[in-house]
């Protein structure tokens, strides 16, 4: 009964190489984020979609590709890995709205190492 | 202007003590200004929020206490204890964005 679930949890490759993070959400929510915390434990938005549709996109190099193919799932796809993007990615889901019902759940995290 | 500066970056309390964290923001287009509490190895979870338009919130042990007028909240927590030992993020969100700008967490250690 997973909230907001993300495979793999965790993700150790080479740099170059090209993966993916899913995320999938049973909260009945209609938008679904995507963070990332460094290793200073700073949250950062990067994406947002809302109904499939993408509302925040954060200066985020375009090797990150988030995908959304239905409001209960939301994908991030990285293309020629680097050092750099090593890091937690959070995948978070949430009602469309203000306050409280509006309140943001996170995953467990995806911990990817670039070697 | 969308920053969210938080203190301290860590922190040690002997049990039962009362840890406070505060935070400061400048943007006025925040409207909602949630804390997170953090475990290791795990997800943010939500602890408790606040509106702008509330000066206090107590749920538990947990207290958000809000000046609008200068722009800071802060987290108290009543009553500590070592299973409250995590990262806590205070966090505001931008209005009409659904957008979470997070502080830069704090490390709370509570000593048995």
């Known amino acids: 009964d997973t909230a907001v679930s993300q495979t793999p949890k965790y993700l150790v490759t080479q740099m170059g190489n090209d993966k993916s993070i899913k995320c999938e959400q049973n909260?009945?929510?209609?938008?679904m984020y995507w963070y990332k915390q460094d290793s200073k434990k700073f949250l950062k938005i990067m994406f947002s979609?809302?109904?499939?549709?993408l509302i925040i996109n954060e200066t985020v190099p375009n090797r990150f590709s988030p995908k959304s193919p239905d409001k209960a799932h939301l994908n991030l796809h990285i293309n020629s890995l680097e050092l750099g993007d090593s890091a937690v990615y959070f995948c978070?889901?949430?009602?469309w709205g203000s306050g409280d019902t509006s309140t943001q759940y996170f995953g467990p995290g995806t911990r990817l190492t670039v070697l | 202007q969308q920053q969210v500066k938080q203190s301290p970056q860590s922190l040690i309390v002997q049990k039962g003590g009362i840890p406070i964290i505060n935070c400061a923001y400048e943007?006025?287009?925040?409207?909602?200004f949630p804390w997170y509490q953090q475990f290791p190895g795990k997800g943010p979870a939500l602890l408790i929020a606040?509106?702008?338009?509330?000066s206090e919130k107590k749920e538990g042990r947990f207290t958000i206490s809000f000046n609008k007028s200068a722009k800071q909240f802060s987290l108290h927590i009543m009553d500590s204890q070592p299973g409250d030992s995590a990262t806590y993020f205070c966090a505001a969100r931008l209005e009409g964005a659904q957008k979470l700008v997070f502080g830069q967490g704090t490390r709370l250690t509570i000593n048995p």
């Open positions: 943007n006025t287009a925040f409207d909602y």
């Open positions: 909260l009945g929510h209609d938008t």
């Open positions: 978070a889901s949430s009602l």
């Open positions: 979609y809302n109904n499939k549709e």
């Open positions: 606040i509106r702008p338009d509330v």
